[in-house]
């Protein structure tokens, strides 16, 4: 009889490279939010693969970059932290482009832990298929290969699951013996109030531009069944660093926030099986993410 396997996998790689779709794509439901905005994912999220053999805890870190403010540091704190403490690593690049500054930045952590890495190059969907362009894509395989010491360089699409099983068989392969930490059906650990904020979150990452994805954080206030029908009420609160973003936030005569909290309000309620009533409210709080104690407030606090 095989042992059973189980350990924890960060996933790691510069911002904007596939890293939360991989892990919704693995999970088989929305997790971690997607965005075409570089530096989505804000916390560890730790998302659940259960198969008869083998448990895989991954932990989808935010994208390493060189950070701007303070916000940016716990950021890049979180993704570092996360390679003292599991069994495998999973770097993610971007198969359409060879190496740049900030693959190689992150290579430079990686040969530094003692985890085994395994390359994954993902977007290969976007590959011209052509026989003049296949030199081409096994060089820039082979130039991510360069970077470390690699237990492979496996090239995949994680939007269209291509090249994942063999992904996964390696994975496993890397983890000890060991429990199941979570029951089969869970896919990931964290509480649906947080995953409802990166909802909402995702809504203005996908309808805003600029400095304004990055400057909002979210906030769950308050959930609350209703015991006579079908109906959760939610009340979260959007805050942003100055006046002129609320308003952005808000639109015209509301146009904005109605727009947000429609989409957000679907994708929840897909998350809970109900009816959901979202309000939600804008605030500001002054250059939140400059502030340790805002930071604190908010929910992204890096342990020492």
Not at 14 to 30: A, C, E, I, M, Y
Not at 56 to 85: C, N, W
């Amino acid at each position: 009889m095989t042992a059973f396997r189980s350990g924890f996998v960060a996933v790691v790689g510069r911002p904007n490279v596939g890293k939360s779709t991989l892990l919704n794509h693995l999970v088989g439901q929305k997790v971690a939010i997607v965005s075409d905005k570089p530096q989505t994912t804000r916390n560890r999220i730790h998302c659940i693969l259960t198969r008869p053999d083998a448990q895989l805890v991954f932990l989808d870190t935010p994208g390493i970059h060189k950070p701007l403010h303070k916000f940016g540091e716990y950021m890049v704190q979180t993704a570092l932290r996360t390679l003292s403490e599991v069994d495998a690593i999973l770097f993610i690049v971007d198969a359409t482009h060879p190496p740049g500054k900030g693959d190689e930045f992150i290579a430079g952590y990686l040969r530094e832990a003692d985890a085994p890495v395994i390359a994954a190059a993902n977007k290969i969907d976007l590959w011209n298929r052509s026989p003049e362009q296949t030199k081409g894509q096994e060089e820039i395989l082979a130039a991510y290969g360069d970077l470390g010491d690699f237990i492979a360089v496996l090239p995949i699409s994680a939007l269209e699951g291509q090249g994942l099983t063999e992904l996964v068989d390696i994975m496993v392969g890397l983890l000890p013996e060991g429990p199941k930490y979570y029951p089969d059906d869970w896919v990931t650990d964290h509480p649906e109030q947080f995953i409802m904020a990166e909802l909402i979150r995702e809504q203005i990452l996908h309808l805003t531009r600029e400095e304004i994805p990055h400057a909002t954080a979210v906030v769950i206030e308050q959930v609350e069944a209703r015991e006579d029908r079908d109906l959760v009420d939610v009340w979260a609160t959007i805050y942003v660093e100055r006046s002129s973003q609320k308003g952005i936030i808000i639109g015209r005569n509301g146009s904005m926030l109605k727009q947000v909290g429609k989409l957000a309000r679907e994708e929840i309620e897909a998350l809970l099986g109900s009816q959901v009533n979202l309000q939600l409210w804008v605030k500001v709080k002054d250059d939140w993410r400059e502030k340790p104690g805002s930071l604190s407030e908010l929910g992204y606090t890096v342990d020492s």
